[in-house]
T-cell receptor, first 111, second 110 residues
Framework: NAGVTQTPKFQVLKTGQSMTLQCAQD?????MSWYRQDPGMGLRLIHY???????DQGEVPNGYNVSRSTTEDFPLRLLSAAPSQTSVYFC??????????FGQGTRLTVV | RKEVEQDPGPFNVPEGATVAFNCTYS??????FFWYRQDCRKEPKLLMS???SGNEDGRFTAQLNRASQYISLLIRDSKLSDSATYLC???????????FGTGTRLTVIP
């Protein structure tokens, strides 16, 4: 049982490049979310989805897009990478909105 | 004001010691409370939920004080393997996300 799988684990981008962080879960959870974690800031919610076809913005959505075409997948797209988006990104899924199961994270550096 | 505030530490304690962490939350409507554990360069994992009546899981005890809007975690007989960052998490009725504190780092020293 894989749980929540994120790819890639590490990525270096140049300013202005775009990319997609992949997230997949095999637990049939309806609720999925993306967080970023920065030193001294804690985890902050970027976008979330309460089910296939439904997405909404979290606390820090600017510069990111998401889609939820299936229950299993919830990719995060960086439209035009900026150094301020250097961070560790975590995808999470849950049965309800409380206990979250996290992927292993993606360490992104934008130069 | 942040939704959840924690003392970042670090807390350095010897093996066998008892250590306590506190966290405060700003939204009096918060409904659910948790402690997550995050090891270095790993993802957060649920340690335990926190209930108004208090709850215990082995060496770990969690307490909630709604009147003062704080949550505590007590670790007894600390082990080297307890070294990690402990994240305080709250959520509110109708809210669609978890609010995380910045975490408190614990290092247990041999």
């Amino acid at each position: 049982n894989a749980g929540v799988t994120q790819t890639p684990k590490f990525q270096v981008l140049k300013t202005g490049q775009s990319m997609t962080l992949q997230c997949a879960q095999d637990m049939n959870h309806e609720y999925m979310s993306w967080y970023r974690q920065d030193p001294g800031m804690g985890l902050r919610l970027i976008h979330y989805s309460v089910g296939a076809g439904i997405t909404d913005q979290g606390e820090v959505p600017n510069g990111y897009n998401v889609s939820r075409s299936t229950t299993e997948d919830f990719p995060l797209r960086l439209l035009s990478a900026a150094p301020s988006q250097t961070s560790v990104y975590f995808c999470a899924s849950s049965v309800d909105r409380r206990q979250a199961f996290f992927g292993q994270g993606t360490r992104l550096t934008v130069v | 004001r942040k939704e959840v505030e924690q003392d970042p530490g670090p807390f350095n304690v010897p093996e066998g010691a008892t250590v306590a962490f506190n966290c405060t939350y700003s939204n009096s409507a918060s409904q659910s409370f948790f402690w997550y554990r995050q090891d270095c360069r790993k993802e957060p994992k649920l340690l335990m939920s926190v209930y108004s009546s208090g709850n215990e899981d082995g060496r770990f005890t969690a307490q909630l004080n709604r009147a003062s809007q704080y949550i505590s975690l007590l670790i007894r007989d600390s082990k080297l393997s307890d070294s990690a960052t402990y994240l305080c998490v709250v959520t509110s009725t109708g809210a669609n996300n978890l609010f995380f504190g910045t975490g408190t780092r614990l290092t247990v020293i041999p």
